[in-house]
């Protein structure tokens, strides 16, 4: 069965003057301001797209590792993880950064960076950003 996520956003004036809201649809869980201010120069109080994507592929990754190790029969107890998506004005979105702790009982190193690097590969979400660098920085605590 499809899933579709939903998400709307109502902006109002010019790029560099104006300002919107994004609401999650599907989930409504949230609504959240956005700017090109924030966007282009950061703010630790409005949301950007960029944060958005970076949400989606902490968390597809995420599950995807979970499945991965599920499937090894070394089940996490714990993954953590950070996504950091570059944005730059005029250039665009230029990678997503991946860094990972993560807590694996039973799990050799080797395993664990080889089973980190296919699900990164694997991911949906990873497939999606395919037009960007895509790196990891996996720890197993």
Request: glycine share 8%; aromatic share 4%; with cysteine.
């Amino acid at each position: 069965m499809a899933v579709t996520s939903e998400a709307t956003t109502v902006w109002e004036g010019s790029l560099t003057e104006g300002s919107g809201t994004v609401a999650l649809d599907t989930s409504h869980v949230g609504t959240f301001n956005v700017n090109w201010k924030a966007r282009s120069e950061g703010s630790d109080s409005t949301t950007t797209p960029e944060e958005l994507i970076a949400a989606a592929h902490a968390s597809c990754f995420s599950m995807a590792l979970s499945h991965a190790l599920t499937q090894n029969g070394t089940p996490p107890e714990r993954l953590q993880t950070t996504a950091s998506v570059t944005f730059q004005p005029g250039v665009g979105i230029s990678g997503s950064h991946l860094n990972l702790n993560a807590s694996v009982p039973g799990l050799s190193e080797e395993d664990f960076q080889r089973i980190a690097a296919e699900a990164k590969a694997g991911c949906p979400v990873s497939a999606a950003l395919a037009g960007i660098d895509i790196t990891l920085e996996a720890t197993l605590a």
